[in-house]
């Protein structure tokens, strides 16, 4: 009984995993970029009427750090993809969903990363959903804000846990000497106490036995 349901149960797991992995999940961008290196900026949005046939343009916008204006860098439609502005020519690289006309990943690969290329990324979803007798346009807009840095550098939540780690490893080991030091010292302890309790034990054992000889020394004087 109790096999077949866990049987069941990883055959329904199973299931579920290969579902998930035809679904679409809205994972964010990175946001960090290593300059000399590639870099790709994620944008996904998810069609929530995956029955309904549609249609998805998608748009890409750069704001450099500290100016006021997006300019419109790149194009993607019906396959067809378009470098927009002269900064970002044969520097990009279509990285989203393929052989499809229905984008739900939009995301773009930026080739040889400079510091220039540091501010706020836009990227723009028209879709056209068909229904039976209209359509439905949407629009959806996300946005990623990079930075570009010399060397990679980690996250604090990495260098607190591995602070935490060494910290909890010596800590560990401390604690660990203490305990065999003071098992040690009570150890040892008992075993002098038991060796006196032993001599003890044997001088009022000579000790009484002697008495009773001279008790009976004396009775017998
Ligand atoms: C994105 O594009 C770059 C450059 O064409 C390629 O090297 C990389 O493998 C692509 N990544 C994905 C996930 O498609
Ligand atoms: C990017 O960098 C590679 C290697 O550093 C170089 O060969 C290539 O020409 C560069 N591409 C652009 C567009 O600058
Ligand atoms: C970055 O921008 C500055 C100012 O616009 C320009 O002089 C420089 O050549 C740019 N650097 C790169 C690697 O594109």
């Not at 870099?39 to 069609?47: D, M, N, Q, R």
């Not at 990363?113 to 836009?122: A, E, K, L, M, Q």
């Amino acid at each position: 009984m109790a096999a077949s349901q866990l049987l069941l149960l990883s055959l329904l797991c199973t299931l579920f995993v290969h579902r998930c992995h035809a679904a679409c999940a809205e994972v964010s961008s990175d946001t960090e970029a290593v300059a000399g290196k590639g870099f790709k900026l994620g944008c996904i949005s998810c069609k929530l009427r995956s029955e309904v046939e549609s249609t998805s343009t998608v748009e890409w916008y750069f704001r450099p750090k500290g100016e006021a204006d997006f300019v419109h860098i790149y194009t993607y439609n019906e396959g067809v993809a378009s470098i927009e502005s002269d900064d970002f020519m044969d520097r990009v690289d279509w990285n989203g969903s393929k052989m499809s006309n229905d984008i739900q990943d939009a995301s773009i690969y930026l080739l040889n990363v400079t510091f220039n290329d540091t501010g706020t990324y836009s990227c723009f979803f028209h879709r056209i959903l068909f229904y039976e007798n209209h359509e439905y346009n949407t629009d959806v807009t996300k946005v990623v804000h990079l930075n570009v840095v010399a060397k990679a550098t980690r996250g604090t939540a990495s260098i607190v846990s591995e602070v935490m780690m060494y910290v909890s490893i010596i800590g560990l080991q401390v604690w660990l000497l203490i305990e065999m030091i003071y098992c040690y010292r009570k150890i040892a302890a008992a075993g002098e106490e038991a060796l006196r309790e032993a001599a003890n034990a044997e001088y009022l054992a000579i000790a009484s036995e002697s008495k009773d000889n001279c008790a009976g020394v004396q009775v017998g004087e």
